[in-house]
């Protein structure tokens, strides 16, 4: 049997090869990006309740209606959009709401612009689809886009912008301006915009997140993925949605349905009772607990000369590991592998050529006691 030229593009992320490798070293892993919370009561509660109450057979492909209007609410209380439930669709994860949001408006060919440093999944979701993908390299501190460049890389083919904000891996969080400047941009050539907005709920430092749905020249053009798995801690789950206009949300709803039949029954009802009982400083507090795990491991990053900024939102930080011994980013990861039973992601993940680029990616939402274990074995170094 011969693999498929689509089955070509699919290899394994370097995120779950350093997971692999973690485990057989049974070291401390920093590479995957799991939320190390506890999952909220009412949220697992509700779960129980769902296959206690017989909530297990097939919901609509768009997912249970209740919770498209807990979501609608959830995404007015915060923002205040004026998002209604036909403008959602809940899906297998922020991964299969891009999917299905993703072949229902691009065509093989098609031209989608990505920034580096950027999630992979989005890389390998587009190039499975056929789509092609320009990429657009912003450096740090501040990952600053450099708008004119960005116009001159348009071409005949570019059919969308994707954004992550908060990025991962870089923590990047766009201004208001940078939307209004990529809002001028699409507008004018007629693209779309696809916002990640997975860690919209962790975001430091007192600044403001904006999501693109809340920039009044992009209502029309966007598409925003958001999800559960990190802000509820369940990233096995597997539920997640997309907001835009109904009429992508009916296609989008097709795609669903056809690899998913619909997000899994009881887990709904178990987010339904998550974002009807929680409170918002249940969130807020998210972000606290976050920034402080956020201090506390990029200084201890610093110290041992692993230097990093301090990253304004997500979870994730990318560190300069230079000093490690080996010729690039993958095998200074095994260094450090090696040296502390840290496991880390390569920065090959999240560039297109990664050459002399000397990152580490590290999630830093991990439980006070492993990350000061974390710590400790930094100190080694
Ligand atoms: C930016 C971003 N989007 C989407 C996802 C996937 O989310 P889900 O588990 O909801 O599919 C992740 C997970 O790491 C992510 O970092």
Redesign the pocket.
Known sequence: MQLSNRAKHIAQSEIRAMSILCNEKNGLNMAQ?LCDLEVPFPVAQGAKEGIDSGKNTYTSAYGNYKLRVAIAKKQNDFYDQKVEPENVLVSL???GAFYATAMSLLNEGDEVVLFEPY?G?HVATLESMGCKIKYIRTAPPEYTIDFEHLKSQISEDTKSILI?NPS?PSGKVYTRQELENLSEIINQNNLFLFS?E?YEHFVYDGLEFVSALSIESLKESTVVIS?F?KIYSI?GWRL?YAITQKNIIDAASAFNDLVYVCPPAPLQHGILKGLNELPISYYTDVAKAHQLKRDKFIKALNEVGLTAEYVKGAYYVLADISKLAGEDDKQKVVTLLEKTGIATVPARAFYQNSEGVYLARFCFSKKEEELDEAIERLKTL
Do not use: L, V
Request: contains cysteine; charged residues 5%; aromatic residues 14%.
């Open positions: 990006g994860g922020a991964t999630y999944y992550c991962n990640d997975m999800g798995s990233t997640g």
